[in-house]
């Protein structure tokens, strides 16, 4: 019989993305204070690659990853995707911007051998953890790179976003 060990050391790690910088340099303070200091960001990247997202948050967008500092649980992620969700509306209702939706965050986290995001959309590759969230493996790491699923997003397949996955993955040795 197997017996049950603990989980990989993890990163925290949070996409965040926006048409206003405002609202990313918003969301950059809220994360460090609520969930510790960030210990690597990326540069802000134009995020074109889908029309999805344009009714609700306009078009220009710009995504930005964030690593947070120290070792993360993944049984967390249930809570970092319900904070964040609160922080999303939050702003919304701020009065601040004219979109319904002024700005995303996708909470996940990264080891050595996966990257997975949060989501609280059902699908047949999700994985149900607790109050409504789903975990997603959208890239695995292998022969020294990262390597997409047929559900990754096309963004994520990107050789920018992966050459700042290996720096994050590179934390962790």
């Known amino acids: 019989m197997a017996k049950p060990t603990h989980p990989p050391n993890a990163l925290q790690l949070v996409a965040i993305f926006s048409r206003h910088a405002s609202a990313l340099n918003w969301a950059y303070a809220r994360i460090a204070e609520q969930w510790g ?7 802000r990247f134009d995020h074109s690659e889908t029309t999805y ?8 967008l710009v995504k930005q990853f964030l690593v947070i500092e120290g070792v993360y649980d993944p049984a967390r992620l249930p809570q970092s995707k319900l904070q964040s969700n609160a922080w999303e509306e939050e702003l919304s209702r701020s ?3 004219a979109e319904a939706r002024p700005l995303n965050m996708d909470p996940g986290y ?9 989501s609280c959309k059902d699908r047949a590759h999700r994985i149900y953890m607790a109050e409504g969230v789903y975990a997603e493996e959208c890239l695995y790491y292998l022969d020294r790179g990262w390597q997409s699923r047929p559900w990754t997003y096309p963004d994520y397949q990107r050789a920018d976003f ?10 962790l040795h």
């Open 37 to 43: 200091s960030v210990a690597l960001a990326s540069p």
């Open 53 to 60: 997202y344009a009714a609700e948050m306009g078009s220009g």
């Open 95 to 97: 009065g601040e911007y």
């Open 110 to 118: 990264l080891t050595l051998t996966k990257l997975v995001l949060a």
């Open 162 to 171: 992966q050459a700042f996955f290996v720096q994050a993955r590179n934390l």
